[in-house]
């Protein structure tokens, strides 16, 4: 069974940065679409980063220029370098493949609060 395991997330204030990190076993990262899923309060989790078999980034509009998905074969993990956050990124963070498997981690809170 594939297994995500997110780590990383925390407590920050407004324009700090954090680094979320999910290992991922079980699965082919490299040869897989990779993605977060932040899940905020009372909402649906949706995709706002990715990242393709051939390293092709795709981000939402809300945390483009801010974030960056990148990957580490080797390691099976994935990353999400968070900068510049606002109290709106605040959530739960999951990684998943996309589409997703039907299987989820236990996410990474993040939490922007001054």
């Known amino acids: 069974q594939v297994q995500f395991v997110e780590s990383g997330g925390g407590l920050v204030q407004p324009g700090r940065s954090l680094r979320l990190s999910c290992v991922a076993s079980?699965?082919?990262?490299?040869?897989?679409?990779m993605a977060w899923y932040p899940q905020a309060p009372g909402k649906q989790r949706d995709l706002v980063a990715a990242?393709?078999?051939?390293?092709?980034?795709t981000y939402a509009d809300s945390v483009k220029g801010r974030f960056t998905i990148s990957r580490d074969n080797a390691k099976s993990t994935v990353y999400l370098q968070m900068n510049s956050l606002r109290p709106e990124d605040k959530a739960v963070y999951y990684c998943?493949?996309?589409?997703?498997?039907?299987?989820w981690g236990q996410g990474t809170q993040v939490t922007v609060s001054s």
């Open positions: 998943n493949k996309y589409p997703t498997y039907t299987s």
């Open positions: 079980r699965i082919i990262v490299d040869s897989t679409t």
């Open positions: 990242i393709t078999s051939a390293t092709i980034t």
